[in-house]
């Protein structure tokens, strides 16, 4: 329920926007962090431990309050009806809403839009893995039809995958 209606939201509020830019915008606002975070803003937690006896810890964890936050959407949508609840739940995730439209696009999702036009794809693979269990470093490879376009090492393997996808853009000539 709350993704059909962060969808529609966003589809109302920028009709000419990208479909991928739109998705993007809608995964970040429906996110377990961001329904986490409406549930702090609307006191959830607090509400959870007075009528139950849940520990506190427990009752303030990202993934309770997600939970909790789209249990509650639900159940407003059963008891009222979507056309009752859309403008509510669009309002408490304004926030969101906003903070999503101002993250800037990664490599790694450029990357992906810019091939999806050529209906290409890429896939990330690890080349190496090097250095003890504390201090990991990864190299991997974006690789286009078979070919690798872009190599770049990390501390992470997303931070490779990040610097490869930026390798392959620059050689694709993508701005």
Known sequence: MLGFVIARTL???????????LS?????V?????????????DLGALL?????????I??????????????????????????????????FEE???AAERVPVDDKTRLQESLARTKQRVSYSVL?????PHDRHFTCAAVIDGKQLGKGTGRTKKEAEQKAARQALA???VS
């Not at 993007?24 to 970040?28: E, F, G, T």
């Not at 431990?49 to 810890?57: G, L, S």
């Open 59 to 92: 009752a303030e964890s990202a993934n309770v309050l997600a939970a909790l936050v789209e249990a509650v959407i639900a159940a407003a949508y059963l008891e009222h009806g979507l056309a009752a609840i859309e403008g509510a739940v669009a309002a408490a």
């Open 11 to 21: 589809f109302e509020r920028f009709p000419g926007e990208r479909e991928g830019h």
């Open 128 to 132: 190496d893995v090097a250095g003890p």
């Open 49 to 57: 431990r007075e009528r139950t006896d849940i520990d506190p810890d």
């Open 30 to 42: 429906v996110s377990r962090k961001s329904c986490a975070q409406v549930a702090r803003d609307l």
């Open 24 to 28: 993007r915008v809608r995964a970040l």
């Open 96 to 98: 969101q809403i906003q």
């Open 171 to 173: 050689r694709l000539g």
